[in-house]
């Protein structure tokens, strides 16, 4: 389960980079700007949180229906937050929640809880 978690994971993170690599694509002779010029905006900063956002989205439902055809339950609390935290912090933030949900086994009762 979790081979697969990480393989959705790295498919979405590489999907997303590679929609922000497109954005952030800088021209091989810019054009020079004066030095008494501020170049302003957002740069590549919303392309990042999309990708982050499309990534835990598409997780997140790519795996819900994984679960929901092979094993025929829903996601559990755990793996949707290592879902997410897999994209928020790409490559380490599923084994950073796995190891907080063994740190502290009482998180699943507390997610089951919320409505």
């Not at 952030?24 to 810019?30: C, F, R, S, T």
Request: a positive charge; proline letters at 8%; glycine letters at 10%.
């Amino acid at each position: 389960m979790k081979r697969t978690m990480t393989i959705l994971t790295i498919l979405a993170i590489m999907t997303s980079s590679a929609i922000a690599h497109e954005h952030i694509y800088i021209p091989k002779h810019p054009k020079p700007v004066p030095p008494h010029q501020v170049q302003g905006g957002l740069g590549s900063a919303p392309w990042i949180v999309g990708g982050m956002v499309g990534c835990a989205s598409v997780g997140l439902i790519g795996y819900g229906a994984y679960t929901a055809n092979t094993q025929h339950r829903e996601l559990t609390c755990r793996e949707a937050n290592m879902i997410v935290f897999g994209c928020l912090v790409p490559f380490v933030g599923a084994y950073i929640v796995d190891a907080a949900w063994k740190a502290d086994p009482s998180l699943e009762a507390k997610c089951k809880a919320k409505p």
